[in-house]
């Protein structure tokens, strides 16, 4: 991982695919090169035997160094043959080349990402030659091997601000370059993510839901940290905890019709989850002190998928009268693993028994649509207080709303802003 040399190191590949499938995502970009196989005889079995696609692979090049642009259209090239022989047939709308500037190489760029200002862009001749060779690279691709590419804009590259990124769109071909937008890194970059998805509208071809702490942010500014310290602080860690409102970026999304992948992202260094939590950070699962259990709430949580984790890291924090005690979940297994990361004691293999617990006064549903309602019904009828995240009752009890095409499938997002706002007080 660029900038943070061996820290921590990674996990194995098998590992990660294994998490995103069991937190029941869809689909996964390939990451680093060389991090998961890069033989598509190799690559299949893995993401084929979880039920996982593969939605789009990084580029990351110095576009505006003329001189080597010919070799980053060969490593375009190799990137994009990797995702066409896998696609194969299977296009639905990618998967993606996603072509960024060569982001932390420049110093003072990463020394001031957070807080850009004009003058430490790159002058007009340079942009010309920044442009050119995403083109290049856009349409060799595209020629190639019918796949599209998309640009990310990213903190502590040479195109990281609202205005950088315009002005790299207005000076490529729309037909040829879309815009891979992510709401973290054009948050720390002083830009608002709603605004970002109306003024692109349908150039944004893939997203990246990532959140943003203002209050890292402002620190970051303060101190003066450089990107990665910033990165190593929780910037962008912690998913529906920072002060993004990801319920109108959706929402805006779908005015627009997009039908792309949403990928979520959860940044930190490999290795520093553990110890970013311990020193406090977003997610803690540190025992709360002097809080007093005969007044406080005990929530137990039903359902430790996507939505069901998202909740108990918000409950995991210190909280206005509640307390995470329980998990329940068919897999037993993820609800334990889910347990020990968020400080719950209690671990249910269904929801009648925890529903059956008669130390949890509230409980917070997490499961699927179809059964939604009947565990509704059984908690009344066990007399546990309901903790609602929104009105999802629809049709036979389903979840209402059009759906749109996500790395975890956006259906998901429709109700993604309450679920991330509590409906417990929570304190900061």
Known sequence: MKGFGGEGGFPAYERVLDEIAESEYEGTELGDWGFMPTDTEALRPQLDRRGLELVGALVPWPLADAAKQREGVEAALRTARLLAAYAGERRRGGPFVILADDNGADAVRTKLAGRIRPEQGLSAKQRRHFARGAGLIARAVLDETGLRTVFHHHCAGFVETPEETERLLDATAPEVLGLCFDTGHWTYAGGDPVDGVKRFGERV????????????????????????????????????????????????????????????????????????????????????????????????????????????????????????????????????????????????????????????????????GNTYANVIEAAAQAGKHLLRETDRLGPGGGRPGARCRGARRSETADWLQPALRSSISRSS
Not at 238 to 246: M, Q
Not at 314 to 335: F, M, P, Q
């Open 205 to 368: 071809w893939h997203v990246h839901f990532k959140d943003c702490h203002d209050h890292i942010a402002q620190r970051a500014r303060h101190d003066g940290w450089d990107y990665f310290t910033a990165v190593r602080n929780g910037i962008f860690y912690g998913l529906g905890e920072g002060d993004i409102d990801f319920a109108s970026v959706l929402g805006d999304l779908r005015k627009r019709n997009y039908s792309g992948w949403i990928v979520v992202e959860d940044e930190l260094p490999p290795g520093m989850g553990g110890r970013w939590k311990a020193h406090g950070g977003t997610g803690s699962t540190c025992a709360r002190s002097g809080s007093d259990p005969m007044r406080n709430v005990r929530i137990g949580l039903i359902g430790a998928g996507v939505m069901g984790r998202i909740h108990a890291r918000c409950l995991s924090r210190d909280v206005n009268g509640g307390e995470l005690t329980a998990i329940a979940d068919l897999n037993h297994e993820k609800a334990g693993r889910c347990a020990d990361e968020f400080g719950a004691t209690g671990v249910h293999r269904d929801d009648a028994s925890l529903l059956a617990d008669t130390s949890i006064d509230a409980v917070l549903i997490c499961t699927p």
